[in-house]
């Protein structure tokens, strides 16, 4: 399985940014995905998730202001990122859970940029 990561990208504070992740290759069932990021000098953490059925969790510093959405059909998970700050600047990073063949593998897209500075 691969993962299509885009849309980082540079932005003033208070600006918005979406990004996209599309997911190809020998897809079972997806199930859990989400978005990480990783601030330079920091642990990556998990930004926002989102199950099957479109439930969703998100890390409480950008909860209110990202929104995680899904297409199953499209195999895709999109993160809206509104009213931006500059500790949101990091290396964000798709990932999702494949089930297939009874067994479960999860899979990294590689990293888009975001940053945030005016």
């Known amino acids: 399985v691969q993962l299509q990561a885009s849309g980082g990208g540079l932005v003033q504070p208070g600006g918005s940014l979406t990004l996209s992740c599309v997911a190809s290759g020998n897809i079972g069932r997806l199930d859990r995905m989400a978005w990480y990021r990783q601030a330079p000098g920091r642990q990556r953490e998990l930004v926002a998730l989102?199950?099957?059925?479109?439930?969703?969790g998100y890390l409480a510093s950008v909860r209110g202001r990202f929104t995680i959405s899904r297409d199953n059909a499209k195999n895709a998970i999109t993160l809206q990122m509104d009213s931006l700050k500059s500790e949101d600047t990091a290396v964000y990073s798709c990932?999702?859970?494949?089930?297939?063949?009874?067994?479960?593998?999860?899979?990294w897209g590689q990293g888009t940029l975001v940053t945030v500075s005016s």
């Open positions: 990932n999702a859970h494949n089930h297939i063949d009874g067994s479960t593998f999860g899979y």
């Open positions: 989102i199950e099957p059925d479109g439930s969703a």
